[in-house]
């Protein structure tokens, strides 16, 4: 069987770092178009939309791609629902037309429908019931209007009782009347997107430049400095947009942020029965307010989310607290058969949102993005949700651009598919397992290749569905440098802290290896 080979252009590694840091010497102190500061999604957006421009970009993250929010959503591509009942139209409307771009043209391998169901129990008034059938009706309506096909995505409709115990067999059945059924995008993992993104933006000639800390940054350029050997680099350029998330005041002291925390927890599936669908259960006492159990690959369901202020510094690694463990072990407990305890917990996770400082809770803050040119040209974008990330990117370069007096080819990531990406029909022809097509698209034959001349490669690791050849993989062409990169971004192993304990050790070999075989080379 002939595989096909990884392009090149859209490999990320240590040699390609290497060879584009020495690359930044040797410019002489010509500048580039456009430097971005972070290496979320933001910010990978931003270098694609850049590159596919035309454009000469450097991207520069101080620590891995995905290491900071963006690798801590619930991984659902959500299309606005929640932003009718608070009034936000627009911001509704741009999530459900950026959910179809996602969906059907951009990244279909990543992002798959996924149904969503409320359980009607007793709790429930039929008035209530009213309401979330409207809500859901208002949802098709929006669907219709982005234009995503009916095929993929089904108008929303109520489900009898024993529909809804097929698709959540876990929820109580006593007082169940049934559920409303609609049905949304889900991420098979929300960091694989943002890696997507930053190789089919090299790929287009960006340098991606990961354990580089942007130092002494202006509108006109920064300085980078190499994590792994302290060595520093001068970058000059035309335009700089600071997309470095919930860091972003730190690059641009006059943005005032107020993060908000949202928390998950990690549960095997069989706690929810195998349930199919993503089950959303209001929160007790409160309006337009739920908790839901999203079933994940890999055996897992997370449940979530909060909407907590979070003051003070911010942390690299967010952590929830003891009371938002126990407030979504309580609300989803309320409708299942058999409740979940902590001790059944496989770990747990919680990220910053970047919100603009405004008065009232966290939660009422509009997910409406901001983009915020400086006096010297510096531009900042902030707000936002994963679904809009396309939008943002796309906002924050044009803002970018006219800073700099850039003249730039019109944005074109709503057609552009990323990395491995390929209509359904072909991806559902691709010679390799489901798992892998999910996560690598029409890429997944050559991640199998990389077990040739050692089946051993093709074994699941500690446990896990994961095998070496994935590792290998994401070390060869997807920027991993080490094993956190491995198991926390590249995998999500880490999700689950036995199992990260487990496979730890193979990693760091796997790296181990890969780095002696370079130097060799």
Same mark, same amino acid.
């Given at each position: 069987?002939?595989?096909?080979?990884?392009?090149?252009?859209?490999?990320?590694?240590?040699?390609?770092?290497?060879?584009?840091?020495?690359?930044?010497?040797?410019?002489?102190?010509?500048?580039?178009?456009?430097?971005?500061?972070?290496?979320?999604?933001?910010?990978?957006?931003?270098?694609?939309?850049?590159?596919?421009?035309?454009?000469?970009?450097?991207?520069?993250?101080?620590?891995?791609?995905?290491?900071?929010?963006?690798?801590?959503?619930?991984?659902?591509?959500?299309?606005?629902?929640?932003?009718?009942?608070?009034?936000?139209?627009?911001?509704?409307?741009?999530?459900?037309?950026?959910?179809?771009?996602?969906?059907?043209?951009?990244?279909?391998?990543?992002?798959?429908?996924?149904?969503?169901?409320?359980?009607?129990?007793?709790?429930?008034?039929?008035?209530?019931?009213?309401?979330?059938?409207?809500?859901?009706?208002?949802?098709?309506?929006?669907?219709?209007?982005?234009?995503?096909?009916?095929?993929?995505?089904?108008?929303?409709?109520?489900?009898?009782?024993?529909?809804?115990?097929?698709?959540?067999?876990?929820?109580?059945?006593?007082?169940?009347?049934?559920?409303?059924?609609?049905?949304?995008?889900?991420?098979?993992?929300?960091?694989?997107?943002?890696?997507?993104?930053?190789?089919?933006?090299?790929?287009?000639?960006?340098?991606?430049?990961?354990?580089?800390?942007?130092?002494?940054?202006?509108?006109?350029?920064?300085?980078?400095?190499?994590?792994?050997?302290?060595?520093?680099?001068?970058?000059?350029?035309?335009?700089?947009?600071?997309?470095?998330?919930?860091?972003?005041?730190?690059?641009?002291?006059?943005?005032?942020?107020?993060?908000?925390?949202?928390?998950?927890?990690?549960?095997?599936?069989?706690?929810?029965?195998?349930?199919?669908?993503?089950?959303?259960?209001?929160?007790?006492?409160?309006?337009?307010?739920?908790?839901?159990?999203?079933?994940?690959?890999?055996?897992?369901?997370?449940?979530?989310?909060?909407?907590?202020?979070?003051?003070?510094?911010?942390?690299?690694?967010?952590?929830?607290?003891?009371?938002?463990?126990?407030?979504?072990?309580?609300?989803?407990?309320?409708?299942?058969?058999?409740?979940?305890?902590?001790?059944?917990?496989?770990?747990?996770?919680?990220?910053?949102?970047?919100?603009?400082?405004?008065?009232?809770?966290?939660?009422?803050?509009?997910?409406?993005?901001?983009?915020?040119?400086?006096?010297?040209?510096?531009?900042?974008?902030?707000?936002?949700?994963?679904?809009?990330?396309?939008?943002? @990117?796309? !906002?924050? #370069? %044009?803002?970018?651009?006219?800073? $700099?007096?850039? /003249? =730039?080819?019109?944005? +074109?990531?709503?057609?552009?598919?990323?990395?491995?990406?390929?209509?359904?029909?072909?991806?559902?022809?691709?010679?390799?397992?489901?798992?892998?097509?999910?996560?690598?698209?029409?890429?997944?034959?050559?991640?199998?290749?990389?077990?040739?001349?050692?089946?051993?490669?093709?074994?699941?690791?500690?446990?896990?569905?994961?095998?070496?050849?994935?590792?290998?993989?994401?070390?060869?062409?997807?920027?991993?440098?080490? @094993?956190? !990169?491995? #198991? %926390?971004?590249?995998?999500?192993? $880490?999700?689950? /802290? =036995?199992?990260?304990? +487990?496979?730890?050790?193979?990693?760091?070999?796997?790296?181990?290896?890969?780095?002696?075989?370079?130097?060799?080379?």
């Amino acid at each position: 069987m002939n595989v096909p080979a990884v392009d090149p252009g859209a490999s990320l590694n240590a040699r390609r770092r290497a060879t584009e840091l020495s690359d930044l010497s040797a410019r002489g102190g010509r500048p580039v178009d456009v430097l971005v500061i972070g290496g979320g999604v933001t910010g990978a957006g931003v270098a694609l939309d850049a590159a596919a421009r035309g454009l000469t970009v450097v991207l520069a993250e101080r620590h891995d791609l995905a290491f900071g929010t963006s690798r801590w959503s619930s991984k659902l591509v959500h299309g606005g629902l929640r932003y009718l009942a608070t009034g936000d139209l627009s911001v509704a409307r741009e999530s459900a037309v950026e959910r179809g771009i996602l969906l059907e043209r951009t990244a279909p391998h990543l992002v798959h429908p996924v149904p969503q169901l409320f359980p009607l129990h007793e709790g429930i008034t039929r008035r209530a019931e009213a309401v979330i059938r409207a809500g859901c009706r208002a949802g098709d309506l929006l669907r219709r209007s982005a234009g995503t096909s009916a095929q993929l995505l089904p108008r929303s409709r109520r489900a009898g009782r024993e529909e809804t115990l097929q698709l959540a067999p876990g929820v109580r059945p006593d007082g169940l009347r049934g559920g409303v059924l609609l049905w949304e995008g889900r991420l098979t993992d929300d960091a694989r997107l943002v890696v997507c993104l930053a190789r089919t933006a090299a790929r287009h000639g960006a340098r991606i430049l990961t354990r580089c800390a942007a130092e002494q940054i202006t509108g006109r350029g920064a300085v980078l400095r190499d994590t792994l050997t302290g060595e520093q680099y001068g970058v000059d350029a035309r335009t700089v947009v600071n997309a470095a998330g919930v860091w972003a005041g730190e690059v641009a002291p006059g943005i005032r942020l107020r993060p908000s925390r949202g928390s998950h927890l990690v549960l095997p599936a069989s706690c929810f029965a195998g349930q199919r669908a993503v089950l959303t259960v209001p929160v007790p006492h409160t309006s337009n307010r739920f908790v839901m159990a999203i079933p994940a690959p890999d055996g897992r369901v997370y449940v979530g989310l909060t909407d907590r202020d979070a003051p003070g510094p911010v942390p690299d690694v967010p952590e929830p607290t003891p009371d938002e463990v126990d407030f979504l072990l309580d609300t989803v407990n309320g409708v299942v058969q058999r409740p979940v305890g902590r001790g059944e917990l496989c770990g747990t996770f919680a990220g910053l949102r970047p919100l603009l400082d405004s008065p009232g809770r966290s939660a009422d803050i509009s997910r409406r993005h901001a983009v915020i040119t400086a006096s010297d040209g510096l531009v900042t974008v902030v707000g936002g949700k994963l679904t809009t990330y396309r939008r943002m @990117a796309e !906002d924050a #370069l %044009d803002a970018a651009l006219a800073a $700099g007096g850039l /003249d =730039a080819a019109p944005c +074109r990531t709503a057609t552009l598919p990323l990395v491995g990406a390929a209509p359904r029909v072909t991806l559902a022809r691709v010679a390799a397992p489901l798992r892998l097509v999910e996560r690598y698209g029409v890429e997944a034959p050559a991640v199998l290749a990389e077990a040739a001349g050692d089946p051993a490669l093709l074994e699941p690791l500690g446990g896990t569905p994961v095998t070496g050849a994935e590792l290998l993989f994401a070390v060869r062409h997807e920027g991993a440098l080490d @094993a956190s !990169d491995l #198991l %926390d971004r590249r995998t999500r192993i $880490g999700l689950d /802290d =036995a199992d990260r304990d +487990r496979v730890l050790p193979r990693a760091q070999e796997l790296v181990g290896e890969h780095a002696r075989v370079m130097r060799e080379c």
